[in-house]
């Protein structure tokens, strides 16, 4: 059980939007920066969103975060088949003195 | 470039210990903390621990809590975990990854994982 909390699945085809949700709590998302990342399949992952909303350089404007209280939102548009990968949200928790993960979120581009 | 290179994975029985190694290179490796990020087979990501820039600090996650020690070598450029009394649930692909800080009410946090090493597999079985 994940401290932090994704859907296990999302879907849309190539072209189309799709939203990534990550649920927290006042003691993670509520009172720190939310990252975001992508891990393309047998590879490590990588940083795709910081500090909420700010892209890394080399990462398409066609991904994006928002946050709102205690959830973060990553937003994909223009969906490419090359996004097919899992997608993690992250944090450090004040509480827990440790950073933790969603449980990831499998994206499939039909 | 900026790289990091883990080592030391292999296949070990449960009770044993192994430790891995993350070597850096083409960055002020002194300057980050610096952090271990476990995926056990078809799973999502654990973080495992965390070391500052100057090892003053370390935070471990409750699953590896006593008996798993992080620890750097400045001087190294190099990144170690010390795993001890290792069990079936351990078995995962080890990373290691960079961590900046930010500083919020008179403290630093950890910010976010910038730069990732390919990752080393370790399998605890007999």
């Given at each position: 059980q994940s401290v932090l909390t994704q859907p296990p699945s999302v879907s849309a085809a190539p072209g189309q939007r799709v939203t990534i949700s990550c649920s927290g709590s006042s003691s993670n998302i509520g009172n720190n920066y939310v990252s975001w990342y992508q891990q393309l399949p047998g590879t490590a992952p990588q940083l795709l969103?910081?500090?909420?909303n700010k892209r890394p350089s080399g990462i398409p404007d066609r991904f994006s975060g928002s946050k709102s209280g205690t959830s973060a939102t990553l937003a994909i548009s223009g969906l490419q088949t090359g996004d097919e990968a899992d997608y993690y949200c992250g944090t450090w928790d004040r509480s827990l003195s440790a950073w933790v993960f969603g449980g990831g979120t499998k994206l499939t581009v039909l | 470039q900026e790289q990091l290179v883990e080592s030391g994975g292999g296949v070990v029985q449960p009770g044993r210990s192994l430790r891995l190694s993350c070597a850096t290179s083409g960055?002020?490796?002194?300057s980050y903390g610096m952090h271990w990020v476990r995926q056990a087979p078809g799973k999502g990501l654990e973080w495992v621990a965390i070391i500052w820039y100057d090892g003053t600090k370390k935070y471990y996650a409750d699953s590896v809590k006593g008996r798993f020690t992080i620890s750097r070598d400045n001087s190294k450029s190099t990144l170690y975990v010390q795993m001890n009394s290792?069990?079936?649930?351990?078995?995962a692909v080890y990373f290691c990854a960079r961590g900046p800080y930010y500083y919020d009410g008179g403290a630093y946090f950890p910010h976010y994982f910038d730069l990732w090493g390919h990752g080393t597999l370790v399998t605890v079985s007999s």
């Amino acid at each position: 059980q994940s401290v932090l909390t994704q859907p296990p699945s999302v879907s849309a085809a190539p072209g189309q939007r799709v939203t990534i949700s990550c649920s927290g709590s006042s003691s993670n998302i509520g009172n720190n920066y939310v990252s975001w990342y992508q891990q393309l399949p047998g590879t490590a992952p990588q940083l795709l969103i910081y500090d909420n909303n700010k892209r890394p350089s080399g990462i398409p404007d066609r991904f994006s975060g928002s946050k709102s209280g205690t959830s973060a939102t990553l937003a994909i548009s223009g969906l490419q088949t090359g996004d097919e990968a899992d997608y993690y949200c992250g944090t450090w928790d004040r509480s827990l003195s440790a950073w933790v993960f969603g449980g990831g979120t499998k994206l499939t581009v039909l | 470039q900026e790289q990091l290179v883990e080592s030391g994975g292999g296949v070990v029985q449960p009770g044993r210990s192994l430790r891995l190694s993350c070597a850096t290179s083409g960055f002020t490796f002194s300057s980050y903390g610096m952090h271990w990020v476990r995926q056990a087979p078809g799973k999502g990501l654990e973080w495992v621990a965390i070391i500052w820039y100057d090892g003053t600090k370390k935070y471990y996650a409750d699953s590896v809590k006593g008996r798993f020690t992080i620890s750097r070598d400045n001087s190294k450029s190099t990144l170690y975990v010390q795993m001890n009394s290792l069990r079936a649930e351990d078995t995962a692909v080890y990373f290691c990854a960079r961590g900046p800080y930010y500083y919020d009410g008179g403290a630093y946090f950890p910010h976010y994982f910038d730069l990732w090493g390919h990752g080393t597999l370790v399998t605890v079985s007999s």
